[in-house]
């Protein structure tokens, strides 16, 4: 069901959802976010990212390796596929 702006129901939620974790993090204490920040980065310089130099990371890198380990083998998974078979739908078990 559509609103006058074209947006649906769903729609309003996500973006309501969103709006709350962002209001949120604007109100965390500076100490709390200074903590995060490092063990994002942490996270993204250990593990499978052992012999990453954690000062030649972007900001995306670190985000893109905040992921569930599972979630990233399974990409790349996906990317060694795309690789090996450009053309073709199969799958690596």
């Known amino acids: 069901m559509m609103n006058l702006r074209g947006h649906t129901f769903r729609e309003k939620i996500k973006r309501l959802k969103e709006q709350f ?3 949120l993090a604007w109100w965390m204490p500076n100490k709390l976010v200074y903590w995060c920040v490092v ?4 996270n993204a310089t250990t593990g ?5 130099i954690a000062s030649e990371l972007t ?3 670190v985000l ?3 992921r569930p380990v599972e979630e990233q083998i399974n990409l790349a998974k996906q990317q060694i596929q795309k690789e090996l078979h450009p053309d073709g739908p199969s799958q690596i078990d």
């Open 64 to 66: 893109e390796r905040w």
């Open 21 to 23: 974790w962002v209001g």
């Open 48 to 52: 499978i990212w052992g012999d990453t």
């Open 59 to 61: 900001a995306f890198q």
């Open 39 to 42: 063990r994002a980065m942490a």
